[in-house]
């Protein structure tokens, strides 16, 4: 087993290929980084996300459609890792990390992310170590090896593509904006934030970009609350760092979180941002800018908070954009990773030893 030069790892996505969230996010970039640095990456994930991932990087396509259970995508699993002889197992989420426990792990070094609040991590207790991306995860999980490392992001000025100048949607000249931006799915309740918007009674504009199974609820609700005018579900946005240049502030009204992404994204493009008590964002907000819940009320009190003063909103959150570029940044991210699968490995190669 290598602890000092380049390692193999094995990096397990076990979500059946349906779709690409933050989970699925976080392990593409995490993949090109690793193998950036050196390190031999292969991605064992269902084959739908193949075109994600390109060389270096190796891609196993696998059955992961199949319930963790099955004796057929077990095997394959098993066969594929046998084949890889990685010296770390990284699982994402908590079907990988059930599927990894179940494996015998033949001297290497495992490893979990938990992405997401759960009301059970019991699938990581068999693993080495476990990676929680919120300090709430970390306190929660009672792993006996648990290490908190941020979800980070490349920082806006050194992405290869420059998103500066090109939007997919017009920006709306109005003020304030505020800028809610995610998967178009229950989770995210933006059919709360609807209502708190047309509560507050706000002037400006609220806009939602993304797409999902929810919006014909959505564009229902604005229709039947009278606020065409006012709320804009404009769909899909691939140049979003205009849209948090411009916004007066991001907001999140999720009911969980494992560690928003699009927190990160507005911090590091100076953009405020204010959210419910979402997992993660305590340590970056200051207190006034979080919700006391996410009821409909709680939230429109966010919002009215939010515009009585947006002059200031900048000034108070100038700490937040400091951590962000420090601490929330993809090489951040990737050096506390690997340091973590040293200290696994060699952990792992103590107990192996003779």
Same mark, same amino acid.
């Given at each position: ?6 390692? /193999?790892?094995?990096?397990?996505? +076990? ?34 996300? &193949? ?23 077990? #095997? ?19 079907? !990988? ?7 015998? #792990? ?8 938990? #992405?997401? /609040? ?15 991306? &919120? ?31 090109? /939007? ?34 706000? !002037? ?6 993304? =797409? ?16 065409? =005018? ?15 240049? @411009? ?21 590091? @493009? ?24 996410? *009821? ?12 009585? =003063?947006?002059?200031?909103? +900048? =000034?108070?959150?100038?700490? &937040?954009?400091?951590? !962000? ?5 993809? @090489?951040?991210?990737? +050096? ?6 040293? *200290? ?5 190669? /103590?107990?192996?030893?003779?």
């Amino acid at each position: 087993m290598n602890n000092r030069g380049p390692l /193999t790892i094995a990096l397990v996505i +076990a979500t059946p290929g349906t779709g690409w969230g933050g989970m699925e996010k976080h392990t593409a970039d995490l993949a090109e980084a690793l193998a950036a640095r050196g390190h031999a990456i292969h991605v064992l994930a269902h084959s739908a996300y &193949s075109e994600r991932f390109s060389k270096p990087v190796l891609f196993h396509p696998l059955p992961f459609q199949l319930g963790r259970r099955n004796l057929w995508l077990r #095997h394959r699993l098993q066969r594929t890792l046998r084949s890889i002889q990685p010296d770390i197992a990284h699982a994402q989420g908590n079907k !990988a990390a059930s599927l990894i426990s179940a494996m015998p #792990h033949n001297g290497r070094a495992t490893v979990g992310t938990v #992405h997401g /609040t759960k009301s059970s991590h019991k699938a990581f207790n068999k693993l080495n170590g476990l990676i929680g991306v &919120s300090r709430e995860i970390i306190d929660s999980a009672r792993h006996p090896n648990a290490r908190l490392i941020y979800n980070g992001l490349e920082p806006w000025q050194e992405k290869r593509s420059n998103p500066a100048q090109a /939007t997919d949607i017009p920006i709306p000249e109005e003020r304030p904006l505020l800028l809610a931006a995610g998967r178009l799915e229950p989770v995210k309740q933006f059919d709360r934030l609807v209502r708190a918007w047309a509560r507050t009674g706000s !002037a400006g504009k609220l806009v939602i970009l993304g =797409d999902g199974s929810q919006r014909p609820k959505l564009d229902a609700l604005v229709r039947e609350l009278g606020a065409e =005018d006012q709320i804009l579900l404009p769909g899909h946005e691939s140049g979003i760092l205009p849209w948090l240049k @411009a916004a007066t502030a991001c907001v999140i009204s999720s009911n969980r979180e494992g560690f928003p992404y699009i927190m990160v994204e507005a911090l590091m @493009a100076g953009c405020p941002v204010v959210s419910t008590p979402v997992s993660g964002v305590s340590d970056f907000l200051p207190p006034g800018c979080i919700s006391a819940s996410d *009821d409909v009320d709680d939230i429109a009190e966010l919002i009215r908070r939010t515009l009585a =003063d947006t002059s200031s909103l +900048a =000034d108070l959150q100038s700490e &937040s954009f400091r951590q !962000a570029r420090t601490q929330l940044t993809l @090489a951040t991210m990737v +050096a506390k990773t690997e340091a973590f699968y040293r *200290d696994l490995i060699a952990s792992a190669s /103590t107990k192996h030893s003779p």
